[in-house]
């Protein structure tokens, strides 16, 4: 026998599929790796870490408080045995759950309170907070974000239109006809307020379909009231549009064409497509409710004449009159009911002064004049599609060049008005004290609030040209704002007057040492500012709060602290502590704090939060929205800075007080500074 013939035969060959089907049975029976009750798969497993955290912490504020009970606990217990999800160091899973919770504010805020059950949680939030960035856990969360917007999105376009939602949304690619020639956009607005979010997404249409089809942007002023209308509201429209990069060809108003529009009303009484009424304003419009034929509807063409010349007189009967087209008495669009196109208004304009007393209204002028200026596409909201039949109707009864229109959704936001002359009510009755107020959303409040201009024109054209009707959130694009100021917003500290708690620290030195360090520690670009360390030092009141004696805790940027002693008044309140400075302690596991030294130049400035303006997240037709006006949507708390490293600050900076949010400077004078909170996206604000 040889000694080949006593060796094992060879094991058959099996492929790699094959081998880890059979690892997996072999784990299955030992129990090793075995799907957990509460995580719903095995724990040492990256993708149940992920899949556990999105489907349980994005939807935190849901959740009853017994589920809650259960998913904390579980974590804090898993936690408790080696400090990360999986294994002795964060990795991919530490960094997805940190992401999910850290996004939640109702979790935030409740580990940052004294009385948070769950140490082993707590230590590994602030741990997790004081890591970089994790990009691979950001695409994870960001796509999951983007996922549920996209869900959330076609829940509500059915719901607003009873049908799936439609592919073009966030797509400009929406088959605009007769482009070859190249394509001649306007944007109409009235000068009648400020440019609101709204305005915004019509500008930027407009320019881009303009400039994708080498074509021309017309802004045109539609000054056809003089009531309204003012040039102050003119020159913050044209700003905005600076503000906005947005670059018009021709800049035109309605008034220029005020000869003309009276010559083509006068052709259309005469050619009996017009008739002067005039019927009692209550009763008019009651009968156009009705489907009833005014009693002037059949007089003369020189009777009609007579009339138009006591309007443009403003005679006592000539106030009375106003000029209709003759388009039906009863048709279902009811737009098509013989509407108003000129009517007596004495107010002096502001262009053309008292030269007239008699103005055109929008449906009357915009067909027209936007045929005379070679409007090739006229786009305009949905909210107008009924009128869309009169615009053609003025256009072929005067036989103009047709121009297309293309409608889209306006965007509507929670919360909100869009009406200017809702707006103005705001303003006119000091609710708020200007049209650039921080609760506004018109360019200049939405700005003023740390809205960067570049996050407003990436959010409107992420928006695309849709047709679909949407009301929308804020978080979205606060989100997307953060995330554009996150990498280049400077970071200092603030800390609450109210409160705030005196902490000596033995090792330290009395007199203040002064060092440079970065403003942002992850962008050197930034810049330094000047770190003054001492043993006289202040904490929040909250952090204070949470502390007892004997723990220890890292001091931002200084090192760590071991708590020895709390001083209460006889009310509980923590009136002072002291400590030991132990800077070779370990600051993985501890709580971060912010402070600031009392020897160092401090100064106090005014931190503002503004809310919504609105109660209601959506007003109905039936609501007066007078009804719904939040009278307590600003708070303000004064907190110490250090004076030397905001001296330099100006108006419009964006930067971050550490452990509490982005804020943009909002006023920086003689010595007098006031910081508005950015939203993030993670609050409704």
């Given at each position: 026998m040889t000694d080949s013939a006593a060796a094992p035969a060879a094991a058959p060959a099996i492929s790699k599929k094959q081998a880890k089907a059979a690892a997996a049975a072999?784990?299955?029976?030992?129990?090793?790796?075995?799907?957990?009750?509460?995580?719903?798969?095995?724990?040492?497993?990256?993708?149940?870490?992920?899949?556990?955290?999105?489907?349980?912490?994005?939807?935190?504020?849901?959740k009853t408080a017994e589920e809650l009970k259960d998913i904390v606990e579980a974590i804090e217990a898993h936690l408790g045995a080696d400090g990360f999800v999986m294994g002795a160091e964060a990795k991919l899973g530490d960094n997805v759950m940190f992401e999910c919770l850290n996004r939640n504010p109702k979790f935030v805020e409740s580990v940052s309170q004294a009385d948070f059950a769950y140490p082993n949680l707590a230590k590994w939030f602030a741990f997790m907070k004081e890591q970089p960035t994790n990009p691979a856990a950001t695409k994870v969360i960001d796509r999951t974000v983007s996922l549920q917007q996209q869900r959330e999105t076609a829940k509500q376009q059915a719901s607003a239109s009873g049908e799936t939602a439609s592919k073009d949304q966030g797509s400009f690619e929406v088959g605009l006809p007769n482009v070859e020639?190249?394509?001649?956009t306007r944007f109409p607005p009235e000068p009648s307020g400020y440019l609101h979010i709204g305005h915004t997404k019509a500008a930027l249409l407009n320019e881009y379909f303009a400039r994708r089809y080498n074509g021309r942007l017309i802004v045109r002023f539609d000054d056809t009231n003089p009531s309204k209308e003012k040039a102050e509201f003119e020159e913050a429209i044209l700003h905005d549009l600076e503000l906005l990069k947005i670059k018009p060809d021709t800049v035109t108003w309605t008034s220029d064409s005020f000869e003309m529009l009276e010559t083509y009303c006068v052709r259309m009484i005469e050619e009996g497509h017009a008739y002067v009424d005039d019927t009692v304003q209550e009763v008019m419009r009651q009968q156009r409710m009705d489907g009833v034929a005014s009693a002037c509807r059949d007089q003369s063409v020189e009777e009609n004449l007579r009339r138009w010349e006591e309007m443009k007189k403003a005679t006592d009967f000539g106030k009375t009159c106003c000029v209709r087209a003759k388009m039906s008495v009863d048709a279902l669009n009811k737009a098509l009911r013989d509407p108003v196109i000129y009517r007596v208004n004495e107010v002096p304009h502001a262009r053309t002064g008292t030269k007239y007393k008699v103005y055109p209204t929008y449906d009357f002028a915009c067909p027209i004049v936007d045929s005379y200026e070679g409007v090739t596409h006229a786009l305009r909201t949905n909210e107008y599609r009924d009128r869309n039949d009169q615009y053609y109707w003025f256009i072929d009864t005067l036989k103009l060049r047709k121009p297309f229109i293309w409608d889209y959704?306006?965007?509507?936001f929670i919360h909100t008005l869009l009406s200017k002359r809702k707006l103005a009510w705001f303003v006119d009755n000091g609710v708020v004290p200007g049209w650039d107020d921080p609760r506004f959303p018109t360019v200049r409040g939405i700005l003023r609030r740390g809205l960067t201009v570049e996050t407003l024109k990436e959010y409107i054209l992420m928006q695309g040209a849709s047709k679909n009707i949407l009301l929308l959130e804020w978080n979205k694009l606060w989100a997307l704002n953060k995330k554009a100021i996150d990498p280049v917003a400077p970071r200092f500290t603030a800390i609450n007057?109210?409160?705030?708690?005196?902490?000596?620290?033995?090792?330290?030195?009395?007199?203040?040492?002064?060092?440079?360090?970065?403003?942002?520690?992850k962008n050197p670009d930034v810049g330094t500012k000047k770190l003054f360390v001492s043993s006289n030092l202040l904490l929040e009141s909250v952090d204070a709060a949470s502390l007892v004696e004997g723990e220890e805790v890292t001091l931002m940027d200084l090192g760590n602290v071991i708590i020895k002693s709390i001083t209460k008044?006889?009310?509980?309140?923590?009136?002072?502590?002291?400590?030991?400075?132990?800077?070779?302690?370990?600051f993985k596991k501890t709580k971060k704090l912010t402070w600031l030294s009392k020897d160092s130049p401090l100064a106090t400035v005014q931190l503002q939060e503004f809310g919504y303006l609105i109660t209601k997240p959506k007003l109905e037709d039936e609501d007066n929205f007078e009804d719904f006006v939040n009278h307590d949507s600003v708070s303000t708390v004064s907190a110490f800075a250090n004076a030397e490293n905001i001296a330099d600050l100006k108006v419009g900076d964006i930067i971050q007080f550490e452990r509490k949010a982005n804020f943009i400077v909002d006023k920086a004078s003689d010595g007098e500074f006031v910081f508005i909170l950015i939203p993030d996206g993670r609050m409704e604000k």
């Open positions: 072999a784990a299955a029976a030992s129990g090793k790796n075995a799907p957990h009750p509460v995580f719903g798969g095995p724990i040492a497993s990256p993708n149940t870490w992920i899949t556990f955290s999105v489907r349980h912490f994005f939807a935190y504020d849901e020639a190249g394509v001649v959704s306006r965007m509507n007057v109210d409160g705030a708690v005196p902490l000596t620290v033995r090792g330290l030195d009395a007199v203040p040492a002064v060092r440079d360090i970065p403003k942002h520690k008044d006889d009310a509980g309140v923590i009136t002072a502590m002291e400590g030991d400075f132990n800077p070779e302690g370990d």
